[in-house]
Structure formats: C-alpha cells, structure tokens
C-alpha cells in the first residue's frame, strides 16, 4: 500500500506539473487560424488529405501551436494562395463571438508573390526588379485598404479576441552562400518586398491594436543562401518553392505566435 501511495503521489506531483506547461487561457481558448500558404504550412512536405488545394499540414505553426496548447477549439482554415478576399469569403465566418485567438498571414498574393517570383526567376535583372516596383507600389497604395477590410471584420465577429497578425521573413541572405541560381540584384529586390509588406502590415495591424510580429529577425541567418535554410528555395512540386519547410514553421513562426499567447 505505502508503494501504491507513493506511485499515486509521484502521478499527481507529475500530472501538476504537466498542467502548468499549458497557461490556462490557452487551454480555454478557443483559436481560429486564417490565412495563406505560409499559415497553412505549405512547404513542409506532408497536408492533411481533406485539405486538398490548401495544404493545411500538421507541420504549419498553427497546428504546432494547438498540439501544444490543446485549446478548446481549433478551426484550421488558412490555405494556400489565399487573398484578402479569399479570407473574406471563404474563412472569416470561422471567427465569432467565442473565438478567444485569431492568427492570420495575409497580404503577400495580393501583392502577386507568385508572379514577382516568376518574373525574377526567367528575367533580366531589370525585369526583376521593375516588377518588384510594381508590387511595391501596390502594397503602399491598394493594400491597406484591403487589410483594414479584413482586420475591421475579424474585430467585429471577435470583439474579445487576442489577433496576431504575422508577416513575412526576407528570403534571401544577400550576399550569401549561392553560387548559382537569382542574382544579388534580385534577390536584394524581393527582399525588399518583404520589407515593403512589414511596414505597411505592421502600421494597419497596429491601427486596429493587434499584436504584430516581424518575421524578418526570426528568419535572420536562416534565409535561403544562408548556412541554414528555413525556407525552400526552388522546389518539386514547384508550389513547395519560396516557403518556410518546418524548421521554418515550428522555428520561425511558432515562437512568435507562443511570444504572444505564452
């Protein structure tokens, strides 16, 4: 008997400990994840068979995230290639009035991710770079609009929710260690579309006072051309290419949503 007590009290002792790994708000909260293929964990190789197109994985930070926290509930919608509107119509009606945490990545499709990399991959340098112009000047002019769009809706369905609006890390470390393949020039121009859409995602997330955090210094040193890469660079199947693997989902952008939620 005295060795049953001691078992049953060395598994109490165990079992408060283990409590105290998960804060109690996580584990009541209930957490909607929306946005696009950097939400959705495109990149890592292994999605979910009913998530089709929108390779939700359960390596994506979200999913990382609920595994940890075993919150309340979890509504896995991100997908990949999403817009502003894709979120709109097809994700925000997962948010409501019981929804406790919201986390989104949204605004890079919308600036035509897809077609910048494209148009630096087969172009000259000037090319490259003239197209990361334009999406540029998108992002400044018609972007926030869009966002305050979509962050106004989520305030409105979520009134109580703590929303964390994550951004984009830089892909490239320039000059880095690639001896083939995009020129510094243009490597340095699609970094600078990520910074173009840190400032402007980080001042209309800050506007509706949600938490921002910049992927840029999570990324840092583990860019493509690096010494160690969080992030694909040309890939099979091609939509795998430009996207965080999962050194850059649990490594990257996990901690920032745990920076936010404990």
């Known amino acids: 008997m005295r060795l049953v007590r001691t078992l049953s009290s060395a598994a109490l002792a165990i079992a408060a400990s283990l409590a105290l790994v998960v804060p109690a708000e996580a584990a009541a909260a209930n957490y909607v994840a929306l946005g696009d293929s950097y939400s959705s964990g495109t990149g890592t190789g292994s999605y979910y ?6 390779k939700r994985s359960q390596y994506s930070y979200p999913a990382l995230w609920a595994a940890s926290h075993a919150p309340a509930s979890f509504k896995f919608v991100a997908c990949s290639g999403a817009r502003t509107g894709d979120v709109l119509n097809n994700q925000i009606g997962s948010v409501t009035a019981t929804t406790s945490l919201v986390s989104i990545s949204i605004g890079g499709n919308d600036a035509g991710f897809t077609d910048v990399i494209t148009t630096c991959t087969f172009g000259t340098d000037s090319t490259c770079t ?3 112009n334009q999406a540029k000047a998108y992002v400044s002019g018609t972007l ?7 962050y106004a809706q989520i305030r409105g369905r979520a009134p ?5 609006v994550l951004g984009y890390p830089r892909l490239y470390k320039v000059p880095g260690s690639c001896n083939v393949g995009l020129s510094d020039t243009k490597r340095a121009a699609i970094n600078s579309a990520a910074d173009a859409l840190h400032t402007v995602i980080s001042a209309r997330a800050g506007a509706k006072g949600f938490a921002y955090r910049d992927l840029r210094g999570a990324f840092a040193g583990h860019e493509i051309c690096s010494g160690d890469w969080w992030l694909n660079s040309l890939s099979w199947p091609v939509e795998e290419s430009y996207h965080p693997n999962r050194n850059g989902q649990r490594l990257g952008y996990l901690p920032q949503l745990n920076a936010v939620t404990g």
């Open 160 to 164: 109580s929710a703590t929303v964390v």
């Open 144 to 150: 926030p609009g869009l966002l305050d769009n979509v």
């Open 49 to 54: 068979s009913d998530s089709g197109g929108c």
């Open 130 to 132: 003239n197209r990361v």
